[in-house]
């Protein structure tokens, strides 16, 4: 049996990753089957089982490269942004423009993942809560640096923004009308910053 290079080996693990993201994101995780990812790949059914266990986990690891692309950088955020608001300004536009670039997967992970039985505790939910815990660490910065009032809780803060964002973002999404980035970038900045600062984080 001929020997397979490792980099052969990673060709056709991402080969069939991004048939999977395709076929995911087009028919739903249940109405795509793993004979239609391996001809969209164009490798065998059993090929496809050599890489990965089953169809969940081809799944996850789809998700799981996703978050690994998207994943912000604090350190790079604090060096870039002046202040709490700018940076929660910078955080709620890259997140719309998450739902723009790859609007198939965050649909896919609203409606199917997310509720799935297995999510909770799974690697996607840790993923997820390690990707939305820089705005909790936004705010806790602006707490420490006085721009944030002291009473509030990180945690509520982080679970309106993205419960907001996805709330919006969710007829763009579905195909039913267009995301404005800028201006909901915009206006959800204010909306918040200006009821979470002090006077000395509100300004501008």
């Not at 795509?32 to 996850?60: C, P, Q, T």
């Not at 604090?78 to 955080?91: C, I, K, M, S, V």
Request: with cysteine; net charge neutral.
């Amino acid at each position: 049996m001929p020997v397979i290079s490792p980099e052969r080996m990673q060709e056709r693990y991402d080969a069939i990753l991004e048939a999977a993201k395709q076929v995911f994101a087009d028919k739903g995780f249940e109405a795509a089957s793993i004979a239609e990812i391996a001809r969209v790949a164009r490798v065998s059914d059993g090929l496809v089982y050599r890489y990965f266990a089953n169809k969940r986990d081809l799944l996850y690891q789809v998700l799981r490269a996703f978050y690994e692309r998207i994943m912000p950088d604090p350190e790079a955020e604090a060096r870039e942004a002046t202040g709490f608001r700018e940076r929660l300004h910078r955080l709620i536009a890259r997140h719309l423009e998450v739902f723009v670039a790859d609007t198939d997967l965050c649909r896919l992970f609203i409606s199917e993942v997310r509720v799935a039985r297995d999510y909770e505790g799974s690697e996607i939910q840790a993923l997820n809560r390690r990707y939305t815990s820089a705005l909790v660490g936004i705010v806790t910065g602006g707490v420490a640096a006085g721009e944030v009032r002291p009473d509030v809780d990180p945690r509520l803060v982080r679970d309106v923004i993205f419960g907001s964002i996805e709330h919006l973002a969710w007829r763009h999404v579905n195909g039913r009308s267009r995301l404005d980035i800028r201006r909901t970038a915009g206006e959800l900045t204010a909306l918040l910053a200006d009821g979470l600062c002090t006077a000395r984080g509100s300004r501008p």
